[in-house]
Structures are given as C-alpha cells and as structure tokens.
C-alpha cells in the first residue's frame, strides 16, 4: 500500500514534479504541480513506463486524468492513498459514490457520495457537474484503475460478479438519455455561418477558417487531431481536374496514429479545392514551413512556435458559434465528426466511402449519424 500523503516530503514533490516535466513532450500536464502533489512515486513511475512502452498521447492524457481524479476521490473518501490493488470493498466503494439515485437522495442525504468528499473533490476542480456520473464515465475509470493495476503486474477485483452487479443495477435504477458529444452536428449550413465570421486576411481569420474548413472536409476529424496536425504530415498531390474551370488543388494528411489506429498503417485522408486554399492561404501568412501547422496567435499577431491544444481548438469553434449568433453551448468540435456524416447522408454519399474519408472502424458508430439525418423525415416515420 502507498504511504499516507502525510509522509510525503517536499522534496519527493518537486522530484515528482521535475519527472512530471520530464515526459510533458509526450504528456502534455497542465496541472503538473497539482499532480506532483497528488499523485505517488509509484504513480509518476507507471507514467514513464507507459511513456516508453509507446502509448499514445491520447490515451496518456485520459490515463492521467482519471488517476488524478482516483487519488484525489481516495484521500477525500478514505484518508490515504489509493491502495495496489484495490479490494473490492473500495471499488464498490466507488460505484456508490458515483452511480446513484437523486431521487433517494432527496430523502436520504447518507445516499450516494458524502458532502464532505463531495465539497473536497469540488474544492480541488476534480468535480463539476451536479448529480451522479454518467455510467460511461464510472465505467471509463474503473477500466483504466484496471488498466493501471495491471501495468503495476498486479491482479485486482474489478471483474467480480459483486462489482458487476452494482452498476447494472445502478444503472437500471437510474434510467438516463445518452446525450451526444455536441448537442447539434455541424452541417454545412452551420459551418457556412462559422465561416462567414472568419471574412478578414488577419491572422486569426486565416487560422480560424482554415482550421474549421480542413477539420470538416478532412471527414470530421478529432480536435485532437487538429491540434497536433504538423506541416510534415501535408503532401501535395496531383490537382484533380473538373469540366468547367481549372483544376482543384489537392493534399493528403497523413494521419498517424490515431484513436482508432496504431500508427502502423498509413491512414491517409485527401482535402480538395477550397480547403487547400484557405490552408494554403494560412501557412503562407503565418510563414509556416514546418512543424505545428495551427498555432496560438499572440496579442501582437505574433504566431506562437507552439500548437493549439485540444481545448483551445474547440474554443475557438464554440467563439465562432457565438459570433454567428448561434448557441455556442450546443456546439463543439465533435459537431463537425458528426455533421461531416450527416452532410454526406444529405447529399447522398454512400456510408462506405464517407468512412473512408471519417476513419471510422465501426459502421454502428458511423450509421448512427448517418442514418438520423433521415430518419425524421423517412418515410419509416410516417406509416400513418
């Protein structure tokens, strides 16, 4: 079992937080010195590990995150660290603290998660939303404890019948509408609005509109994606002729790894006509020749050597709602994954070469898009 936080010295913080520091380049940690606080020698060691085993960014950063948030819960509910492995008692712990009832709750204040864990949680920014956790979310951290406990060559208890059982039937207790990563796709009616904010040759016009363009017309990629996209994964092809005009620029983004590849294979996705341009238009003013391809832009217009993180690129797309006067809360960057399907849906585009352009694995994922932007007006929907 880790120490107590007590016994941690301030030295063992700042080790932590230099080590932290040490492997930012593939995890990026905005909280580093939060982390260093929080998390255990063993902890920021597993981390390293994961780091030299070659784990994507992505899965990093979710990794740390619900680590954070699992030391954090333990101190507040128990007083100690996180013990390796976990017992059951703890996991069932979890699951009552976080898949709960707020029916039963308003008759029983001792149901569900404690005020007093709820307050400290809260206090430290670990807690946000009112109400119990989406059983997606719970499932999520559990998975990755396991994941953790098994990188430590550990066996823990988060396959027991008992553990199982509680959240099913927390879940059914609960019924709950699965909401969308964006509450409303961004089709290109909607994009057509964003970029008519994005009218001016300022820098920031340039950047904008090229992001949101590529982001679209690339299959809806992920902000992620967006954010770390760098000069050296562009290559120029053959420009694609029409019957009537010249023919239309054409570039291939090489993906990489991605959420849904190893990195192995070279997925590669094509943009063509007016999205070359307006990314072309950006890197030429920006004077970018290689590296980050979308960048912060500083009060001065300076263009920052550094990339937009994730939560920046999804700003900026909720800033552009709201200057087109839409509800930029209904928005998000995964409104383009979604809106880029369902555009094809409209203008009918075959699934199977939407996919080859969404880098989608799955057709029941994909479909689900798909397939609602004719739902409503099918003629499945209106036998009578």
């Known amino acids: 079992m880790a120490s107590p936080r007590k016994s941690v010295s301030l030295s063992g913080v700042e080790r932590r937080s230099v080590e932290l520091d040490t492997i930012a380049s593939v995890l990026p940690i905005d909280r580093r010195d939060e982390l260093a606080e929080l998390l255990t020698d063993q902890d920021v060691e597993t981390l390293r590990h994961l780091v030299n085993e070659g784990m994507g960014a992505n899965t990093l950063r979710a990794l740390t995150s619900d680590l954070a948030y699992l ?16 017992p059951e008692a703890l996991l069932l712990k979890f ?4 898949l709960w009832d707020p029916a039963k709750r308003a008759s029983d204040a001792d149901h569900g998660m404690p005020a007093d864990v709820d307050e400290k ?24 404890w ?16 008992a553990l199982k059982s509680a959240i099913r039937l927390a879940v059914r ?22 970029l008519a904010t994005c009218a001016t040759d300022s820098l920031r016009d340039l950047r904008d509109r090229a992001m949101l363009m590529v982001a679209f017309a690339s ?47 070279d997925d590669v996705v094509y943009l063509t006509g007016r999205p070359v341009e307006a990314l072309n238009a950006w890197l030429t003013a920006a004077r970018i020749e290689s590296g980050s391809v979308f960048r912060g832009i500083g009060r001065w217009g300076t263009v920052s050597r550094r990339a937009l993180d994730p939560q920046s690129v999804n700003a900026i797309l909720k800033q552009r709602a709201e200057m087109a006067g839409l509800e930029s809360g209904e928005y998000s960057v995964h409104g383009l ?48």
């Open 71 to 86: 030391e954090a819960w333990g101190l507040a509910a128990t007083g100690k660290s996180l013990p390796w492995p976990a």
């Open 95 to 98: 699951a009552a603290h976080h």
């Open 121 to 144: 949680l809260r206090r430290q920014g670990f807690l946000k939303s009112v109400g119990p956790h989406a059983p997606a979310t719970v499932r999520r951290r559990l998975a990755n």
């Open 146 to 161: 396991s994941t953790l406990t098994r990188w430590r060559g550990l066996d823990g208890a988060f396959a027991s019948p």
């Open 173 to 194: 207790a609960v019924p709950r509408t699965r909401r969308r990563k964006s509450a409303k796709a961004v089709t290109s009616d909607v994009l057509a609005k964003l």
């Open 219 to 265: 299959g809806g990629r992920r902000r992620s994606e967006i954010a770390g996209l760098r000069r050296e994964q562009l290559t120029v092809e053959p420009p694609i002729p029409v019957e009537s005009g010249p023919p239309l620029p054409s570039l291939a983004i090489h993906l990489g790894r991605t959420k849904t590849s190893t990195g192995e294979q």
């Open 337 to 384: 994954r979604s809106g880029y399907l369902t555009e094809a849906a409209n203008r009918g585009i075959p699934l199977p070469e939407a996919m080859e352009q969404s880098r989608h694995r799955s057709v029941q994922q994909a479909s689900s898009y798909y397939n609602n932007a004719t739902r409503r007006s099918g003629r499945a929907a209106r036998m009578l």
